[in-house]
Structure formats: C-alpha cells, structure tokens
C-alpha cells in the first residue's frame, strides 16, 4: 500500500521486451536501498523490484498492466515517479493508495497561475470511475485534491514542491497519465449500485 507521496524520480535506462511483457531497468538514487522482490510504485503503478545493479535497478510489466497503464508509451529517459511502499507505522500524508491503476486519462489543459500549476485531465467515464469535488486522486502516482469535478474530467492544481519534484514539470497536453481512483469511493459506489 502506498500513500501517492513520491519519494523522488527514477530515469528509464532500458527497455526489454520478452514476449509480451516489458522489463524496464531505471537508474535512482534510491536503487541501494531497494530490496529484490520489494514493490515500488512507478508512476502509480505497483512493480516488483526483479534484479539490483549499484544505483539501478528491474522491474518487469505484464500484458494486463501494459493495456491499463502508460507503461507503455515509457522510452529511455522517460521519468517515473517512485515511492517505496508505507510502513506498518507510518503517516497517511497523502491518501490510501493501492498502486492498483484503474485507467489512463488525458492531460487536456496546463496553466501556470501565480506560481502554482492547474491541470485538466479528461477519462472515459463509460469505466465507471468517478471523482467528486474536493475528493482524493492518484495522478501518475501523485495524490492530489480533484476540484472542478465532471463525469469526465476533473481539475487539480500543483504547487512548486510537488511540480519540481515529481515527473509533473515534464508533462505536456496530450499526454498520457495512470490514474487510480480513491478507493473509498469505488465501495461506495459498488455498495451503492447494488441498493438499486
């Protein structure tokens, strides 16, 4: 479990496809102090850690994750967000996060006002994920404060601490995020639906 407060940034350094799945080795400051087998979220995405060299390190996609993430669109130099599971006696700064992406969305609209960041994201709503105003989200593995909320669409704001240090800078219109819906709506919504 993951609380979508990225601990820093990791950098693709290769790609390995092996038949459907994709290996990706990244270089981190954090690689020493990474376990095999440990799980890691990468841009939201809960990875098994595979094989551990000095500062970088393996994780391997599978075809499923591969269809419902960004994962695919990574290239060499491509930064991910990374955040090492929370511990059993840890803060919830952030919000709960399973690293469990529930679909892509679309980054529709960016614009620097005073110093901060606003984002517009747009999702297929046939999924049947939803945000509600003042809700919690995971964009790319960021927990964020939706604001704006659509049956569509949503808006978040990035201030400077998390814009530089999280992939966030680096995005543009048009691209591709994961996006983990807050997991206390989805029962409620599940609980809801089966009342009518």
């Not at 995405?45 to 970088?56: F, K, M, N, P, Y």
């Not at 679309?106 to 297929?124: A, H, M, N, P, R």
């Not at 999280?166 to 009342?195: C, P, R, S, W």
Request: glycine letters at 8%.
């Amino acid at each position: 479990m993951f609380t979508g407060i990225v601990e820093t940034t990791a950098e693709v350094v290769e790609i390995i496809f092996e038949g459907t799945n994709i290996t990706f080795k990244l270089h981190s400051h954090l690689a020493s102090e990474l376990k095999i087998d440990q799980s890691v979220s990468h841009n939201g995405v809960c990875l098994t850690v595979t094989s551990l060299e000095q500062d970088t390190y393996t994780v391997t996609a599978v075809d499923e994750t591969l269809k419902k993430t960004n994962l695919g669109y990574w290239k060499v130099g491509t930064k991910v967000n990374i955040e090492r599971c929370m511990p059993a006696n840890g803060r919830f700064d952030g919000h709960i996060v399973q690293g469990h992406v529930d679909q892509t969305g679309i980054c529709t609209y960016i614009e620097e006002v005073g110093g901060s960041w606003l984002y517009d994201f747009k999702y297929d709503a046939s999924v049947g994920n939803i945000t509600v105003e003042k809700g919690s989200i995971c964009i790319n593995g960021v927990s964020l404060t939706v604001f704006n909320s659509q049956d569509d669409g949503f808006r978040v704001t990035i201030i400077p601490y998390t814009y530089n240090h999280t992939n966030f800078h680096q995005l543009q219109a048009g691209d591709v995020v994961n996006l983990e819906f807050d997991i206390l709506g989805k029962y409620m919504q599940k609980i809801l639906a089966k009342k009518n």
